[in-house]
């Protein structure tokens, strides 16, 4: 039986660089592979939206409301990918 943990840290400069975006005026948006739950945390770790905000996962967990209705009252949207596949083109906005 074994443990293995991996730790792959954000670069110290990453917070700063999202920031100047942010001031800007670009809307910063993370792409990974990870997890929600880890992704929710990298891009509150790099600032991508404030420690307060809520996610549309964590309003649905806490109200028990679908992701969907949760969305709106959302603060920040974490998607996993399977729900990527899933959209129509009606709902990715083509023609």
Avoid: W, Y
Wanted: proline share 6%; with cysteine.
């Amino acid at each position: 039986m074994g443990l293995i943990s991996l730790v792959d840290p954000p670069r110290d400069s990453v917070p700063d660089a999202i920031e100047k975006c942010k001031t800007a005026g670009i809307k910063v948006i993370m792409v990974t592979g990870d997890q929600p739950i880890t992704a929710t945390a990298i891009a509150r770790k790099v600032k991508i939206f404030d420690d307060g905000a809520k996610t549309a996962n964590e309003i649905a967990e806490e109200q028990g409301i679908p992701f969907e209705d949760a969305v709106a009252k959302s603060d920040a949207i974490v998607i996993h990918g399977d729900i990527l596949t899933k959209l129509t083109q009606a709902e990715e906005g083509l023609p």
